[in-house]
């Protein structure tokens, strides 16, 4: 693996923005699987640990039977974290070939389907899920804010979903549109939130003209028993 900079992390971050069309992104991140684990330790990513962190108290259950779906699983780094606080059962999804051979060699997932969400039905079944999670992938690019009723609805009754976004400038218009199905969903009765969890030190700030990390948000719902 090649010595990278932080440099070479802002200007991977620059061209993701430009990359928006379905294939342009599968390839950007299949290019990109290589040094992914990597960069995110350059960007000082906390979203798998920050997430983890504020599922974790929420989730009573058996942690040994539960299953995860881990959506938009990348090379696996929040199942890593999850497995680190007793979860054992995990199925991963990604558009990404190179991010799904990654995640695979990890040895976390008893299952990993390729689907590029938005593009493509989740390829699960309704109900299925003790636990839902989605870290990194719900911004403005990538993708769509319709994506979370896929999730709610491969959620068990009484499961959680654990969804994260950024609040930086250039996301700000998706946050306010994500928070919006949120609270359209719960007010529909299809869940509650449990916890939402606002961070300022998300991850260090790649596009110009933001300086130092930029803030981000976790949100924990629960879907209604019925």
């Not at 962190?53 to 090379?75: E, K, M, Q, Y």
């Not at 990404?96 to 976390?108: D, H, I, P, R, V």
């Not at 300086?211 to 924990?220: A, D, E, L």
Request: glycine letters at 10%.
């Amino acid at each position: 693996m090649s010595h990278r900079t932080f440099e070479d992390v802002k200007d991977v971050i620059l061209s993701a923005h430009k990359n928006t069309e379905a294939g342009d992104k599968v390839s950007f991140y299949n290019t990109w699987a290589e040094n992914y684990d990597q960069d995110v330790g350059l960007l000082d990513y906390r979203a798998p640990s920050l997430a983890a962190n504020c599922l974790s108290p929420c989730f009573h259950g058996d942690r040994v039977t539960a299953v995860i779906l881990d959506v938009a699983c990348g090379t696996g780094l929040v199942a890593a974290q999850l497995k680190r606080m007793g979860f054992r059962h995990f199925v991963g999804v990604d558009g990404s070939k190179g991010m799904l051979e990654l995640a695979n060699k990890t040895g976390l997932y008893q299952d990993l389907k390729q689907c590029m969400l938005g593009d493509e039905p989740l390829p699960v079944q309704a109900g299925q899920f003790d636990v839902v999670v989605i870290v990194g992938a719900l911004s403005d690019g990538q993708v769509p804010v319709r994506v979370i009723r896929e999730l709610c609805q491969a959620t068990k009754p009484g499961g959680y979903v654990c969804m994260t976004t950024r609040g930086n400038h250039d996301n700000l218009e998706y946050k306010a549109a994500l928070e919006h199905e949120l609270e359209l969903m719960e007010g529909a009765g299809l869940w509650g939130h449990v916890a939402i969890t606002e961070v300022e030190d998300w991850e260090k700030a790649a596009a110009e003209p933001e300086k130092g990390y930029i803030p981000g948000v976790v949100y924990v719902y629960r879907k209604s028993s019925q």
